[in-house]
């Protein structure tokens, strides 16, 4: 029971980072914006966030510092991608190529440092719950911030006009535009916000899952959150399921390898990346009649006046 | 006042010829500032960078040698990228053909083998680089799935399969339990140009391929296929190119070439398997691409510019301690630069009055 329990809690801990970072990427995918430097913005959030963090003691100031750089990062993102109308594909792989420089140059002196990482929630009684107690009322604040954040999304994207005119903006720009909607500034909200989600998603890292900074310890979660946008079909709920279920994939390879199973560990590590492949396949596959993707998703938009 | 942005009549010549130099002169400025932030004097770092590398032999040869992996994977990404197929998993297939032509090298290990080995040994890695990046071609072409993280998602599977094989089966008996194979026998290793140099036969191999690439664009039907399904899809449907071919072409080259580039780094500057062999070639190897215009001569250039700062970045490392993540950052910027400039071929900024804005503004 109590492996049971064990690993649960640390499915959830490995889905975090995950799901935050999708989140944020899905509402600027839904905008029409693709951004394949999530995996940039997250290790040097990552790297921010233990700086913030370290230097002032306080895991919140930290979780803001890991979203302040994330916010920056995609800013320059947007500068490119929707002020200079450059190729999104190309701007998203510069930005992680100078994001994982720009990490290991700010973290270089917090190599080896150690914080106290981010508290449980204790609630007398409740959390003693045997089972259900430590995982339903036992998590860290990020935990319970991304499944609101998730709620949240769905509720802004499909319950309110701004949310409406975002999907508009991703699904056909023109027309938005010709309704006198401000397409690209709407994009460059939707990109920020993004870009504070997957600072978010790296600073969790070193804040609460593991109590200290090494390079590049993102190890490739930012693009797993961008296949998990693929996989949810760009809708917010399947996005929990996504990435609960990689989480899991991570988590029970580790077990397997503790478990001494006599598989070579270097093919359970692989294990979350095969995984990613393969369900990219066969959602791709089961969906040929038509595309769920935003029609505009990845395409440069120049206003014409 | 405002600034927008408008597209151009027709492309700009000018800027097309100028773009580059300005983004590595944007880069350079960029680069003076941040050593100034780091507390170091920014004109003799930048020496140190660009100009110490290239005063003596053992440098230039260096340059040479970090410069033809880069130049080799460059020209097989540009064709992708010039028929809008997103192979950014060059890494993977340089790590797997690294692998694949290893495994002949391990096996007739201190055997009679001949001549025939160091050639085989580079076939089987171009074929295993090819085969490895058809798996996301196929993956896109069959079912549709985004080539962009397939290929990303492999090149991770590939570097741990490189770290099993080292640790395990063919981990060197005599190697003190290091993760490496045995040193490679003379026949498995490419052969110096000069006597006890570092400039290797890799590097003539990577001008062929650079005038090889430059035949294929300028002067096949298949390299005119590959460019107008890029630039015009709709064109190259009416025309009857088979887009989905060309992927799978454009996809199996570069995977080609990059699994070449992986099996003459092993057996030549490096000369066993080992993990780490590649400082990230498949990756800058997309920079060089793009900072040579998608062009074999410009991308031959931007090889060598890029393997300049990789020399200039160790060396500024041991002299005046500046951090090799420093390298990374340069790259980074300057593919920004490099991007950016490139938008101002199509697009032109223009300086209009704000109040037809308003106008617009209150609909």
């Known amino acids: 029971m109590e492996l049971i329990e064990a690993i649960i809690l640390s499915v959830l801990a490995a889905s975090t980072p995950l799901l935050l970072a999708a989140t944020g990427e899905l509402v600027a995918e839904r905008s029409g914006v693709l951004n394949l430097g999530v995996e940039g913005m997250m290790i040097v959030g990552a790297a921010c966030g233990f700086g913030g963090a370290w230097l002032t003691g306080s895991i919140i100031i930290g979780a803001l510092c890991g979203m302040l750089a994330g916010v920056l990062m995609s800013l320059l993102f947007a500068a490119m991608a929707l002020g200079l109308a450059v190729n999104q594909v190309a701007t998203g792989l510069a930005l992680t190529i100078f994001g994982v420089g720009l990490s290991g140059l700010i973290g270089a002196r917090f190599v080896g440092e150690r914080i106290t990482p981010a508290p449980h929630l204790q609630i007398p009684f409740v959390t003693d719950i045997p089972l259900i107690g430590r995982i339903l009322f036992g998590e860290d604040a990020f935990v319970y911030l991304s499944l609101a954040l998730v709620a949240a999304v769905w509720w802004f994207l499909y319950r309110t006009r701004a949310g409406l005119i975002l999907r508009a903006c991703g699904d056909n720009h023109v027309s938005a535009h010709a309704l006198g909607y401000p397409v690209l500034k709407i994009r460059m909200y939707a990109v920020m916000f993004g870009g504070a989600c997957a600072g978010l998603a790296g600073a969790y890292l070193p804040l609460a899952y593991t109590p200290f900074f090494i390079p590049g310890m993102t190890a490739g979660r930012g693009w797993i959150a961008l296949a998990l946008t693929v996989f949810a079909s760009w809708l917010p709920g399947r996005l929990v399921i996504g990435a609960y279920l990689f989480g899991a994939v991570t988590i029970l390879q580790l077990h397997a390898q503790g478990a001494g199973i006599g598989i070579p560990s270097q093919f359970m590590s692989s294990l979350p990346y095969l995984a990613t492949v393969i369900v990219l396949v066969l959602l791709s596959r089961a969906r040929t009649g038509g595309s769920t993707a935003p029609a505009a998703l990845g395409t440069v938009f120049v206003p014409d006046r | ?295 074999p001569i410009g991308i031959l250039i931007a090889g060598l510019f890029l393997a300049l700062t990789f020399i200039g970045g160790e060396q500024a490392q041991i002299t005046m301690k500046i951090p090799l993540d420093v390298t990374k950052v340069f790259q980074g910027i300057l593919l920004f630069y490099v991007l950016a400039c490139d938008s101002l071929i199509l697009y032109r900024f223009r300086i209009v009055s704000s109040s037809p804005q308003v106008a617009r503004g209150a609909h």
């Open chain 2, 1 to 295: 006042m405002q600034l927008i942005l408008e597209k151009r009549a027709e492309r700009s010549k000018i800027v097309a010829l100028v773009s580059p130099l300005i983004a590595i002169g944007l880069t350079i400025v960029t680069m003076t500032i941040l050593f100034m932030v780091l507390g170091k004097n920014p004109i003799s770092a930048l020496y140190v960078y660009f100009i110490v590398p290239l005063t003596d032999g053992y440098s230039l040869q260096e340059i040479a040698v970090k410069a033809t992996p880069l130049v080799m994977i460059a020209i097989g990404l540009s064709l992708c990228y010039l028929a809008n197929a997103w192979n950014i998993g060059a890494e993977g297939q340089f790590l797997m053909g690294a692998v694949a032509g290893s495994w002949i090298a391990v096996k007739t290990q201190g055997t009679e083998a001949g001549h025939w080995v160091l050639p085989a040994m580079l076939l089987l890695g171009a074929i295993a680089g090819a085969l490895y990046a058809l798996i996301p071609a196929i993956c896109k072409v069959r079912f549709g799935a985004s080539e962009i993280l397939t290929s990303l998602m492999l090149v991770y599977v590939a570097d741990l399969l490189l770290d099993y094989l080292v640790r395990g089966p063919w981990r060197d008996p005599q190697g003190f339990n290091f993760p490496t194979t045995a040193e490679f026998d003379p026949v498995a290793t490419v052969p110096t140009l000069i006597e006890g140099g570092r400039l290797h036969l890799g590097s003539i191999l990577a001008l062929i391929v650079v005038a090889a690439g430059a035949v294929l664009l300028g002067k096949t039907i298949k390299g005119f296929e590959i460019r107008v399904v890029g630039a015009a899809p709709r064109a190259a449907r009416f025309g009857g190119f088979n887009a989905n071919q060309l992927i799978l072409l454009t996809f199996a080259i570069s995977g080609a070439l990059a699994g070449l580039a992986g099996i003459i780094e092993v057996a030549g500057p490096v000369g066993h398997l080992q993990p780490g062999i590649s400082p990230g070639y498949g990756f800058t190897a997309i920079i060089v691409a793009f900072l040579g215009r998608l062009n």
